[in-house]
């Protein structure tokens, strides 16, 4: 057969399998679709699939083709993480700056402190969990800040199935959220800070600022149905900026989305091109993402350091916000959900993971225990916040 033939055997099954074991499976309550074809992805890797039919994983996923799914996948998570970019609302945040600056930064620092613990435990078990190429500082913050991250546009999809999106609880959940991608970012790219090339770094940095002030003119001066398409060229130049620099283009698209405005664009169709980027092309990314799984050892180290890692990443997560909610005087009950809810990890982890990954910062091992537990933190969460809103929304009812 041909490399297009087994391409297009690859695509069906990156788009077959997740969707029916979602939709006959009737695990919507607990999970969206993303977080199934996180799952998928792990499953097809080398760590399961691989294993148990090995043949037929090299047939399937042969170099050419994963090279091909490659191509789709960075682009995929480009579009993704520029959009991410542009819809986060700092205005907001700036208005509630006090109440947003405490919460988000204790929800940040405390399971990214808890998290370093994690990384030095992982650290004593033995040598196979950093990468070629990280100092021990890197893989510890790294680690680390994966334990303190917040996947927003999931936390998005929870907050609307249990219909706070729009209420005044989930506009702050946002916020506080919205601050801590800044920040998630921010501590990637000093991760990443190369002093051999720090050269080319500031180059960079300062091309961008330039750059950024004739963009923004440009962008309010025409008409925004030509904004889509110069965007994309912006996001494409800002990426390759990044990483030709020594950065990472997933880092270079951030920052090319950040600077746009989200009012530069018709929300519905902003909505609509999120949605269709995680149907079309996302699920390459996850296939993309499980194919580089490994577990070594027979796979019993790896669950230890996820297990490990989730424990500090909820519990991290969950004591952060409750001092946040001692501090501010919130009602009983609200930090437990802010805290469950800030905790959701899969897609902004597992793709801050990847460029660790990437730069061999983390190894196999690490990533994918890093995955299992971002996983594992997100499919917990609505079992959890879902019965504790409950009982908040059955107490106002009765005061009422």
């Known amino acids: 057969m041909t490399t297009t033939e087994i391409f297009l055997i690859a695509m069906a099954i990156i788009f077959t399998v997740p969707y029916l074991v979602w939709r006959l499976g009737g695990i919507d309550y607990a999970a969206p679709l993303v977080v199934v074809q996180i799952i998928t992805g792990i499953l097809l890797g080398p760590?399961?699939?691989?294993?148990?039919?090995?043949?037929?994983?090299?047939?399937?996923?042969?170099?050419?083709?994963?090279q091909s799914l490659n191509?789709?996948?960075?682009?995929?998570?480009?579009?993704?993480v520029w959009i991410a970019g542009i819809e986060l609302d700092l205005k907001k945040a700036w208005v509630h700056r006090v109440e947003s600056g405490i919460t988000a930064g204790l929800a940040l620092g405390v399971p990214m402190a808890l998290g370093a613990v994690a990384a030095v435990a992982m650290l004593g078990l033995g040598s196979q969990w950093m990468g070629a190429k990280a100092q021990t500082w890197q893989f510890i913050v790294g680690v680390g800040m994966s334990c303190a991250v917040t996947a927003l546009?999931?936390?998005?999809l929870f907050l609307e199935k249990l219909?706070?999106?729009?209420?005044?609880?989930?506009?702050?959940?946002?916020?506080?959220?919205?601050?801590?991608?800044?920040a998630i970012w921010g501590v990637l790219a000093v991760?990443?800070?190369?002093?051999?090339?720090?050269?080319?770094?500031?180059?960079?940095?300062?091309?961008?600022?330039?750059?950024?002030?004739?963009?923004?003119?440009?962008?309010?001066?025409?008409?925004?149905?030509?904004?889509?398409?110069?965007?994309?060229?912006?996001?494409?130049?800002?990426?390759?900026?990044?990483?030709?620099?020594?950065?990472?283009?997933?880092?270079?698209?951030?920052?090319?989305?950040?600077?746009?405005?989200?009012?530069?664009?018709d929300q519905r169709q902003m909505d609509a091109l999120r949605h269709h980027v995680l149907l079309v092309v996302m699920p390459v990314f996850f296939l993309s993402t499980g194919l580089r799984t490994q577990w070594g050892l027979e796979g019993g180290m790896v669950f230890v350091a996820a297990a490990l890692l989730l424990v500090a990443s909820i519990s991290g997560k969950l004591l952060g916000v409750h001092i946040a909610g001692r501090l501010l005087r919130w009602q009983p009950g609200?930090?437990?959900?802010?805290?469950?809810?800030?905790?959701?990890?899969?897609?902004?982890?597992?793709?801050?993971?990847?460029?660790?990954?990437?730069?061999?910062?983390?190894?196999?091992?690490?990533?994918?225990?890093?995955?299992?537990?971002?996983?594992?933190?997100?499919?917990?969460?609505?079992?959890?916040?879902?019965?504790?809103?409950a009982k908040i929304r059955e107490l106002v009812f009765r005061a009422s």
């Open 47 to 66: 760590g399961v699939l691989g294993r148990a039919f090995p043949e037929y994983y090299q047939f399937v996923f042969s170099a050419p083709v994963v």
């Open 71 to 80: 191509g789709v996948a960075w682009w995929a998570v480009m579009l993704f």
């Open 153 to 156: 546009p999931i936390l998005i």
């Open 163 to 182: 219909e706070i999106l729009r209420q005044p609880i989930g506009q702050r959940i946002l916020r506080y959220a919205s601050l801590d991608d800044i």
């Open 191 to 265: 991760i990443l800070m190369d002093w051999s090339r720090v050269g080319k770094q500031a180059l960079f940095l300062s091309g961008f600022a330039l750059a950024t002030v004739l963009f923004r003119r440009l962008m309010r001066a025409i008409p925004e149905r030509d904004r889509w398409y110069v965007g994309l060229i912006w996001l494409a130049v800002c990426a390759f900026g990044a990483d030709w620099s020594g950065l990472h283009y997933m880092v270079g698209a951030f920052l090319a989305g950040v600077v746009m405005d989200a009012d530069w664009f």
């Open 334 to 389: 609200e930090a437990g959900i802010i805290g469950w809810l800030l905790q959701t990890k899969a897609l902004i982890m597992i793709i801050f993971a990847n460029v660790l990954l990437d730069k061999q910062i983390i190894s196999n091992e690490t990533f994918t225990a890093l995955l299992l537990m971002a996983v594992g933190s997100t499919m917990l969460t609505v079992p959890m916040v879902a019965p504790r809103l």
